[in-house]
């Protein structure tokens, strides 16, 4: 069983910036963060296998959210830069064992964090 602890988020006016990480408490292939606005399903929003440092990104989120990971390959970070309203919504850490080269698919991950609010005022 593993387990994600994130940390991050909060309110920021349109154009600014945000930080979330999560750090897993055992081994995974890949860990990505998803989001979910009200009334909307949850939707990928970038991937990373902390193993080989390849990355996945949502065409809404590529060239504006980086993802990283520490040097120990346990704690995952999201830089959100040039944030826009379209982005408000409680955004998960997740993680898969998987080999599975689905990493747009929530589907696809077993482990997932509480949550935390990311809010862009206009």
């Known amino acids: 069983q593993v387990q994600l602890v994130e940390s991050g988020g909060g309110l920021v006016q349109a154009g600014g910036s945000l930080r979330l990480s999560c750090t897993a408490s055992g081994y995974t292939y890949i860990m990505g963060w998803f989001r979910q606005a009200p009334g909307k399903e949850r939707e990928f929003v970038a991937a990373?296998?902390?193993?080989?440092?390849?990355?996945y990104y949502a065409d809404s989120t590529k060239g504006r959210f980086t993802i990283s990971r520490d040097i120990a390959k346990t704690t995952v970070s999201l830089q959100m830069n040039s944030l826009k309203p379209e982005d408000t919504a409680v955004y998960y850490c997740?993680?898969?064992?998987?080999?599975?080269?689905?990493?747009?698919?929530?589907?696809?991950?077993?482990?997932w964090g509480q949550g935390t609010q990311v809010t862009v005022s206009s």
């Open positions: 990373i296998n902390p193993h080989y440092g390849s990355t």
């Open positions: 997740s993680a898969s064992t998987s080999t599975s080269a689905d990493f747009y698919s929530a589907g696809t991950y077993t482990y």
